[in-house]
Nanobody, 117 residues
C-alpha cells in the first residue's frame, strides 16, 4: 500500500515564499513521477509541477520561473519551493505519485496555501 503525505502549507503575504514537502511510502518502484497539482475554489485541478525519478521537470505556465520542484529519490520525497507568491496562487495543493510500471496514481490529502494581498 502506498501513502502520500504533504506538509508545509500555510498563510503568507503576497511576494513571500513557502516550501511544500511530500513524502511517499510503501511499495514504490524506481520509475515514477512525483509532482504537485492545485485546486482553487470553483476551479478545476491544475498542474503546478512534476519531476521524474531521472530529474526531468515540467511546470505549469502560471508558476514557471517562480516555483522550483526538486526531489530526494532515496527518501521518495518531493519539494516545491514557491517564491514571489501571488494571491492567485491560493489553493489546496495536492501531491501526486505516478508509478509508470503500474500505471497508477496516488494522491495526498492536500495542504492549503493562502496568499494574502
Amino acid at each position: 500500500q502506498v501513502q502520500v503525505v504533504e506538509s508545509g502549507g500555510g498563510l503568507v503575504q503576497a511576494g513571500g515564499s513557502l516550501r511544500l514537502s511530500c513524502a511517499a511510502s510503501g511499495s514504490i518502484f524506481r520509475l515514477n513521477r512525483m509532482g504537485w497539482y492545485r485546486q482553487a475554489p470553483g476551479k478545476q485541478r491544475e498542474l503546478v509541477a512534476t519531476i521524474t525519478n531521472g530529474g526531468t521537470t515540467t511546470y505549469g505556465d502560471s508558476v514557471e520561473g517562480r516555483f522550483t520542484i526538486s526531489r530526494d529519490n532515496a527518501k521518495n520525497t518531493v519539494y516545491l519551493q514557491m517564491n514571489s507568491l501571488k494571491p492567485e496562487d491560493t489553493a489546496v495543493y495536492y501531491c501526486n505519485l505516478f508509478q509508470l510500471l503500474l500505471n497508477s496514481d496516488y494522491w495526498g490529502q492536500g495542504t492549503q496555501v493562502t496568499v494574502s494581498s
